[in-house]
């Protein structure tokens, strides 16, 4: 039996230390479209983290979610000028991984509330609010943290780390985040998760419209147009037959 207080240690170290500390760390080495392109496969990821504790789900959401990579993939190779493959491998293999520990670390904590055999029950009310598991899960890798910082010994970081990680914390890591445990604590079927998993991939979309506003980015070319349909329309057939499931069971 899994003390709670470990359970979290485990769910937050992998969850969240690992998943950001990779691609950070990729961040030194790759450039951005490496890295955005390379995360996209935890939508694929997610499939395997749900087989892996044994759900199942449907053949057509492989079929879902490769088009949605595929599109993705083709958004963030759009505008691809020079490749370097030692560059592209110390950016895209760390990613690959934090890819898997990001989608595991939040199935551990859904597995543990649906009362997984092998996972401590946690029926706690406090845990119907989404803002409370990213509390528990950023707590509970704060000792991968600390080990972290007397393993590498960093220098202090400036003002503008400071200023810049403030910023990515309170968007991404407690904003999204919570949004996104949300959706999945209100999943109850493994199609449902990867359906919620899956709309990870429409974070591109948005990093193109972001760009043109604020930075003056042209306009996407016709690749990046085919693949932003290609996005569109694998997540249209996530929700159209997910819809399609809920009208059967009702």
Known sequence: MWNIGFFWTVAGSIGFGCFY???CFSADYAPGWVIAATWQ????????????????????????????????GLINTSHITTFHFAEFAKGAFPVLIAAFCYPFGNQLVWESKHGHKHFPKIDSPLLENAFNKVLLLSLGSLPFWILLVLFIDPPMPSMGQVLNTSLVALLSGLVATTLFLLARHQAHTSSELAAV????????????LGEMLFLGTALPNAQAWLGIILVFIGLGFFIYFQKKECAVHD
């Open 197 to 208: 998993d899956a709309t990870q991939s429409s974070e591109v979309i948005f990093a193109l």
């Open 41 to 72: 496969l935890t939508i694929i990821a997610s499939l395997f983290v749900l087989m892996f504790f044994g759900r199942v789900f449907p053949k057509r959401i492989w079929v879902f979610s490769t088009i949605v990579v595929v599109g993705v």
């Open 21 to 23: 500390a990779l691609l």
